[in-house]
């Protein structure tokens, strides 16, 4: 309710609540809601309203209150089914008819419902799931230009036969090891896991247990580290930090899980008096040991390493244990400055031999591996920009998320011969910008051969900056309010459903969403330009796209113009 203050009298007007079932396409379009600014859909939408509802009112100012969105569209993405709810404010307003609105507006919107909703009703609080579709070409998943540098082989998953033929369950009448078998287990996971697209994996081991290869992604600091308290990195096990080769068998076999081998000693970082987590061990020089297997030893000098470098490493690991353990190569692995990689033109025939592109059987799988990952409840930190992983809002549920086999546009119809793959994803809320996250990292993973571990690893500790997808084949699918819609008491006219509608709604979503993101892609290739400039900038990736899959220590970085540092290229 809302009061107005006249020139005689003081009256209150009445309020009419309505809700507006409409899609769109995006293009041209700053995005949705009017806050955005510039040309919106929400602008074009509420002036149509307001001039047909202020005519209906006989001149009066039509005001529009608490406008609700099921869900908001970013620049450039669309809508096949959209609600939105608001409050008109006026004396003897009357609803316009979709029709109506639809004679004033462009014909890239199109309303096709009207409904008088109950008063508790909000397109955003009352929406259940929210439904999107992303459409994006296969050629995305072609393999990237050799002067990107990534050279990842694929390497084709274990079958379960093959697993079961290496590693047999073992049999307990024969070897009395009753119903499981530790190392058999260890085995059969490990194989899996080490695999590209492996079938399994084994539970995360504390990274204490972690071999040395696994520790190139660093636990985060444990509250006895953070506040300064620890104990040196040999006293854990109730050993002394100073034993050396001369400890006994137990310690020995702990240290080369610890990815120490006895005979060695590893470069760490130290915490100085002023506070300073920083600080390499070793200012100067330091000696290695290897090879103590042999009796001998090398030294290995390492120059001081600059205020700057242990600046940059800070500021781009800050999601890294200070005091974590790492080899004297990656000591030595400052960081290094480069610029744009420069990728061969593309040709006429380059460009009609990618728009032919087919995805193989081992990609459609990997896809489909990836976005089974994705299902469930997951901490997508790394998926929303500016956000943290300890920030509880993160965890979101994605409660389906399917495939739809790769189809091949058919002649006569637009981008013919052009294969696209459709993706949908259903869940109660989203994150800005994480769904074309989500499908932006499972192209880079497959087009780069990188194990699809990463993808797992994602949603822990580890901080990587994942690109967004272009905008232009994201859809809003359809918002859900059953639990609205079945309440007891509900009559069908306040109920917020698009099946009346059904025909009117396919046919605005083929000719005017479908249609166009085949077309606009077909002409204008938007992924080929993304994939262009994301390998353009390759050397800012190959810390977590890599033969592993692990997050590694990011290193390497743009090169601005007037910077000192050399230049290392490809």
């Known amino acids: 309710m809302t009061t107005t203050t006249t020139t005689t009298t003081a ?5 009419t609540r309505i809700a507006i079932l409409f899609g769109y396409n995006g293009d041209g379009y700053n995005g949705l809601e009017r806050s955005k600014g510039g040309k919106t859909i929400e602008n074009e939408l509420l002036t149509a309203l307001a001039t047909l509802a202020g005519q209906s009112a006989t001149g009066e100012q039509i005001t529009l209150l ?10 450039g993405e669309h809508a096949a089914r959209q609600v939105i709810s608001l409050e008109m404010v006026g004396n003897n307003v009357k609803i316009p008819s979709p029709s109506a609105m639809n004679a004033i507006l462009p014909e890239t ?102 071999p040395a290869y696994a520790q190139e992604v660093s636990p985060p600091p444990s509250p006895r580290h953070a506040s300064g308290q620890g104990q040196a990195q040999g006293a854990e096990f109730g050993t002394s930090p100073n034993a050396g080769a001369g400890g006994n068998a137990i310690t020995r076999f702990f240290d080369q899980f610890r990815g120490r081998s006895s005979g060695s000693k590893s470069l760490s970082r130290k915490k100085s008096g002023g506070g300073s987590s920083g600080v ?50 990656e000591a030595d692995n400052g960081p290094q400055y480069f610029d744009p990689v420069r990728l061969t033109p593309q040709t006429p025939a380059s460009l009609a031999t990618l728009r032919s592109y087919r995805m193989t059987p081992e990609q459609v799988e990997s896809l489909r591996n990836i976005i089974a990952i994705y299902r ?22 994605v409660m389906d998320m399917q495939m739809s086999n790769p189809e091949i546009r058919p002649a006569g119809e637009p981008a013919a011969g052009m294969e696209f793959v459709r993706i949908k994803i259903r869940a109660k809320a989203f994150a800005r910008f994480q769904f074309r996250k989500m499908v932006a990292l499972a192209i880079m993973v497959i087009r780069t051969n990188t194990p699809r571990s990463l993808v797992a690893g994602s949603f822990g500790v580890g901080k990587f900056e994942v690109p967004e997808c272009p ?23 306040e109920k917020i459903t698009f099946d009346d509608e059904k025909d009117v709604v396919e046919r605005f979503r083929k000719s005017y969403v479908h249609d166009r993101i085949y077309r606009d892609e077909e002409e204008h290739m938007h992924f080929n ?6 390998d353009s900038y390759a050397f800012l990736y190959t810390h977590f796209l890599n033969s592993r899959g692990v997050l590694k220590r ?8 007037g910077e000192g540092d050399p230049f290392y290229a490809y």
């Open 11 to 15: 009256s209150v007007q009445p309020t």
């Open 66 to 75: 608490n406008i609700s969105r099921a869900s908001s569209t970013e620049e």
């Open 109 to 210: 919107i199109r309303v096709f419902k009207i409904v008088r909703p109950a008063e508790s009703f909000s397109a955003r609080r009352s929406c259940e799931i929210r439904t999107y579709e992303y459409v994006i070409p296969t050629y995305v998943f072609a393999p990237p230009p050799p002067e990107t540098g990534y050279r990842n082989e694929y390497q084709p998953e274990m079958s379960r036969e093959v697993l079961d033929s290496l590693y047999p369950d073992p049999n307990p009448t024969e070897d009395g090891s009753g119903t499981g078998n530790l190392f058999t287990t260890l085995k059969r996971g490990l194989s899996r896991t080490n695999s590209r697209h492996g079938q399994g994996s084994l539970p995360r081991p504390h990274a204490d247990e972690l």
């Open 280 to 329: 390499l061990a070793s200012d100067s020089v330091e000696s290695v040991n290897a090879g103590a297997s042999s009796g001998q030893s090398r030294s290995r000098s390492r120059p001081r390493s600059r205020q700057r470098s242990r600046d940059l490493r800070r500021k781009s690991n800050g999601d890294f244990a200070d005091d974590v353990e790492y080899t004297a190569e």
């Open 376 to 397: 469930g409840t997951h901490n997508w930190h790394n998926f929303i920009p500016g956000a943290e992983y300890e920030d509880g809002r993160c965890y979101i549920r």
């Open 471 to 493: 905008s232009t084949g994201m859809i809003f699918e359809l918002p859900s309010y059953d639990d609205y819609n079945d309440a007891p008491t509900r009559p069908a006219s």
């Open 529 to 534: 330009e993304w994939l262009r400039r994301i």
């Open 554 to 561: 990011q290193t390497n970085f743009l090169r601005m113009p």
